[in-house]
């Protein structure tokens, strides 16, 4: 079976007849436990209880029930970031995925109930399912996330707290599986941020069309290495860019941390002179999401930010 999906949204709905909560960065996964056993699904129907060792026994023990969530892993900053479980998202050697469940342990957010001893919820409302969620004892590695009736107010806090969104939920809404619904909202935010330019990349093919920048955050760590950005680049901009950028080349990385071969692979260098804004999804992750060149801030220095 494949999970109901949300729909994006223009605007977050208000009023008793939705509940709102967080829009976690992780893999979705249906957690079905059928006979003592129990078996973890992606999105796509693959198989994949062997990648999540921490998660594959449920808290109610061999009690038969079919559950939807999210698995989600913490980033250095305390954020979920759907990078940190790349390693662990393919795995399908039990000794290798036990070896990163200890260094990179996994929590799974159980937000609906859809089978519960024998008992088919799909067509029970939204209501009914969370009501039966929250009256099971969940914990450990598999936590229920709460519900939030205020949906402008935890947009706001996700925003200022550097989370991916909001999912907004009407609570008549029964469960469809494989449907994009119109029940279900999905609010992503994007923010603008200034960063450091340490370096450019040529246009593949090109030796001196500035295609895209690299860019990091002054910390207390030094200059870290957080992306490259080449959207929002267009001709005029990669002009004015490789203007600016052609009094800054030095011989050597100016970041204080490895920039990855990939990404270092044919970069020139630049003194950290230069600050750009860029909008990018999510804020306090350890490389840029969905990066897109904003402008060039001529009124920050590094030191600035």
Not at 12 to 39: C, I, M, Q, Y
Not at 280 to 287: K, L, N, P, Q
């Amino acid at each position: 079976m494949r999970p109901m999906l949300a729909t994006r949204g223009t605007h977050v709905p208000s009023g008793d007849t939705w509940t709102h909560e967080v829009k976690w960065d992780g893999v979705r996964a249906l957690t079905e436990v059928r006979d003592g056993t129990l078996r973890m699904t992606s999105r796509n129907e693959n198989a994949i209880t062997i990648a999540w060792p921490e998660l594959s026994a449920s808290p109610l023990g061999d009690r038969d029930l079919l559950v939807d969530g999210e698995i989600i892993a913490l980033n250095a900053r305390g954020l979920p970031d759907f990078r940190t479980l790349q390693d662990r998202m393919h795995v399908r050697k039990a000794t290798t995925a036990a070896r990163l469940s200890v260094e990179v342990p996994a929590i799974y957010m159980v937000f609906d109930l859809l089978r519960l001893d024998g008992r088919n919820l799909l067509g029970e409302s939204l209501q009914v399912r969370r009501d039966l969620l929250a009256g099971l004892e969940i914990n450990g590695s598999w936590q229920v996330p709460a519900p939030y009736d205020d949906g402008a107010m935890l947009h706001d806090a996700t925003l200022q707290q550097g989370l991916e969104g909001i999912v907004s939920k009407r609570l008549t809404s029964t469960y469809r599986p494989g449907e994009r619904s119109p029940h279900w909202l999905k609010f992503a935010h994007r923010h603008r941020l200034s960063y450091v330019v340490g370096g450019w990349r040529p246009q593949e093919g090109s030796s001196d069309r500035l295609a895209a920048l690299l860019v990091g955050e002054p910390t207390s760590q030094g200059l870290l290495y957080r992306g490259r950005v080449g959207s929002g680049i267009g001709p005029k901009q990669s002009a004015v860019l490789a203007e600016l950028v052609a009094t800054l080349g030095r011989a050597d990385s100016p970041f204080d941390d490895e920039v990855p071969r990939v990404d270092a692979r044919g970069t020139h260098w630049l003194e950290p002179a230069l600050v750009i804004d860029i909008d990018t999804h999510g804020r306090g992750y350890d490389r840029l999401r969905q990066p897109s060149f904003q402008g060039v801030r001529p009124d920050l220095n590094p030191e600035d930010l």
